[in-house]
């Protein structure tokens, strides 16, 4: 890798660093091909991205950005998990270090907060935007469901009256 390669490198993962809402460092030991391009199909369907950078790029990456704080993090065999949503990586990362003893996961950072590896179960063991969303869109729903339900129930009571009403004359 020329200098110029370098510096693209580190331009790109600059914009990555100020755009996303959480990064996940793991660290792997080992992993198959088919094993991190099994990872890297779940980020994806997770709307998050799982790359493997040089450390010393990804160092010179967060200078200025509010991801500093993982400089600590980044040694050894290691690879970034991000996603703009603050659970998603996070939630996808502990998942799959669940299954695969060849994945850990050494710590993070959502914002200017870093967070340890309990930090990011934590994160992870949260609901996601979409299924808060969907919590909130419930809760909205229900009072009207049940606003509707009454408004309707004595035109319905009074329909059943008169066709009992109906039914006993037409006997």
Known sequence: MDRSQKTEAVAQLNAVFNEVGVVVVTRNLGMSVAQSTDLRAKMRDAGASYKVAKNRLAK????????????????GPTALATSVDPIAAAKVAIDFAKTNPKLEVVGGSM??????????????SLPSLDELRAKLV????????????LSTAPAAKLARVFGAYAAKDAA
């Open 111 to 124: 914002g200017s907060q870093v967070l340890d590896a309990e930090g990011i179960k934590a994160l992870a």
């Open 60 to 75: 010179l990456a967060i200078v200025d950005t509010d991801y500093a704080g993982i400089d600590d993090y980044l040694t």
């Open 138 to 149: 419930g809760l909205v729903n229900a009072p009207a469901t049940k606003i509707a339900q």
